[in-house]
């Protein structure tokens, strides 16, 4: 889970600001993600692939310690970023390089320790085999969210080493420099959002912030507004029924898309990447309507 801002003891009784931007916090990001997926494995008909998919989350935390320091955008590039209302950290400019290259080869190695069943581990050797220019063109594919389907499940691992790449890069940002840059993209790595939060923080209440799919930045935006498109006409909400309210689907009539609504006021425990994959059933109920599914998640690919 992302680093909750805390209050300047200074400013005790002035009118509280919610943060445009809460950058990720490594160390904990994918510890809290895991422990999340298998409180909902534990009462979930998915048991076997969410327990699967923690397994993963593990292994991405696993190597953050063994791996090199990643290179940051010099001062001149993030300038440029700066005064064109672009995110500091080029997504479509990604290259295989030797960070990269062992993040990939760290994840996968650490991915062989986790259980799973023959299809997954068939995957995950073959894309271990994959020599320099295939790994560099899965980069690509994942992140422009352009998978073959006969290949997903060899993405899925390329996915999982990129959310710690970018989760390491958007950690080591200046929070307060960030900008917004436009309707429902990152503005750190320009990634869309897997959800949005409703969130009670000292500092922010009852405010919502979008989740990154990618490098898990979280930034405030606007209730009851389109995290697709941006508009603030014809938004509504549907949720299975019988369910907690703590998780709904935010449909959009303008675009017709819907990104799920989290109330982590509500439960604290609530991790947008997990909870998303664990709420899969709402998707299901939204596949039989009108609305596509506008949110990201690498774990979710074939839903």
Request: aromatic residues 6%; glycine residues 6%.
């Amino acid at each position: 889970m992302s680093v909750i801002p805390q209050p300047d003891p200074s400013v005790i009784g002035t009118v509280s600001t919610p943060p445009f931007a809460v950058l990720p916090d490594p160390a904990s990001v994918f510890t809290a993600r895991a422990a999340r997926l298998r409180t909902y494995a534990e009462v979930s008909p998915l048991k076997p692939y969410l327990s699967f998919v923690a397994g993963l989350v593990d292994a991405q935390h696993a190597i953050l310690a063994g791996l090199p320091p990643v290179e940051m955008p010099d001062a001149e590039m993030l300038a440029r970023a700066a005064s064109h209302q672009m995110p500091p950290l080029d997504r479509p400019g990604t290259t295989l390089d030797d960070t990269l290259e062992t993040t990939l080869d760290a994840l996968f190695d650490a991915a062989t320790q986790v259980a799973m069943p023959d299809e997954a581990g068939e995957a995950l050797a073959r894309v271990s085999a994959a020599d320099g220019a295939q790994r560099a063109q899965m980069v690509r594919d994942v992140l422009a969210h352009a998978m073959p389907v006969e290949m997903l499940a060899e993405h899925i691992y390329v996915a999982a080493a990129l959310q710690v790449h970018f989760t390491r890069l958007a950690a080591a940002l200046d929070a307060p420099s960030l900008q917004p840059v436009g309707d429902g993209v990152c503005p750190s790595c320009g990634g869309p959002p897997v959800a949005s939060l409703i969130v009670e923080w000292p500092n922010a209440h009852g405010n919502r912030f979008c989740a990154c799919s990618l490098c898990s930045t979280l930034w405030h935006y606007v209730r009851i507004r389109c995290c697709s498109c941006g508009t603030t006409k014809g938004i509504g909400y549907q949720e299975i029924e019988q369910s907690p309210g703590t998780i709904k689907a935010e449909t959009c009539d303008e675009c017709r898309t819907y990104v799920k609504v989290m109330y982590q006021n509500k439960d604290p425990a609530i991790e947008p990447m997990a909870d998303d994959i664990g709420t899969l059933a709402l998707d299901l109920m939204m596949r039989e309507g009108p609305y596509r599914r506008a949110a990201f998640n690498p774990f979710l690919l074939g839903y």
